[in-house]
Every structure is written in structure tokens, then in C-alpha cells.
């Protein structure tokens, strides 16, 4: 599966941005899709997922509230509609998908990553 991630960027506290991440190659229904982020000095860690089978959605506490997590099963694409961007959310946001679950050790395939940066 070949991840391509769009829509990062600079924006200032409380405002939005929205990730999008395109699958091409071989993708199953059971699939988990979503996002991972990297800050500066600290590890990746779980955002958000979506479960193309059943449309099941899972959060980060971090994000909850704020990020919606989206899914278009027609492109094989997945957003992320981040609202009320604080600037602990600045990171690099890497698309990624599991058979399992998404959590580091899981993960199958790996988007290139995609920077943003909440800033005043």
C-alpha cells in the first residue's frame, strides 16, 4: 500500500487545517486508516483511526473534540479536519494503515509525513 499525504501547514493557535491521505495499491475492507504524529524530541504516537469495514472511529484524548477523522471509501482516502489547533499539536502527521491496530509496532504501511506547525 503507497500513502500520500496533503494539506499540512502553518496556522495560528485556534485556527484549521485539514490533512488528506490517498491509498493506492493493495487495501482490505478490515483495514485501519488514519494518523500518527512525531513532535520534536518525542515519539510517534496514535492520533486517530478509521476502520473502513464498519466505519468505527478512535481518538487520541488529546485530539478528542477537536479532530475529526473522515473517510471516502470510493478514493481510498482518509481526512483529518483538525480544528481549535493548539501549539502542542505541531508535529510531523504521517498517514498509516494496520491490519490490526494503529499503533506503532502495527503498522503495515507509512505515509512520508506532512509538517504542521500552530504557531503565533
Known amino acids: 500500500v503507497q500513502l500520500v499525504e496533503s494539506g499540512g501547514g502553518s496556522v495560528q493557535p485556534g485556527g484549521s487545517l485539514r490533512l488528506s491521505c490517498a491509498a493506492s495499491?493493495?487495501?482490505?475492507?478490515?483495514?485501519?486508516m488514519g494518523w500518527l504524529r512525531q513532535a520534536p524530541g518525542k515519539s510517534r504516537e496514535f492520533v486517530a483511526s478509521i476502520r473502513w469495514n464498519n466505519g468505527n472511529t478512535a481518538y487520541a484524548d488529546s485530539v478528542k473534540g477537536r479532530f475529526t477523522i473522515s473517510g471516502d471509501n470510493a478514493k481510498n482516502t482518509v481526512y483529518l479536519q483538525m480544528n481549535s489547533l493548539k501549539p502542542e499539536d505541531t508535529a510531523v502527521y504521517y498517514c498509516?494503515?494496520?491490519?490490526?491496530?494503529?499503533?506503532?509496532?502495527?503498522?503495515?504501511?507509512w505515509g512520508r509525513g506532512t509538517q504542521v506547525t500552530v504557531s503565533s
Open positions: 498509516a494503515t494496520s491490519r490490526t491496530v494503529l499503533v506503532v509496532p502495527f503498522v503495515d504501511s
Open positions: 495499491g493493495r487495501t482490505f475492507s478490515s483495514y485501519a
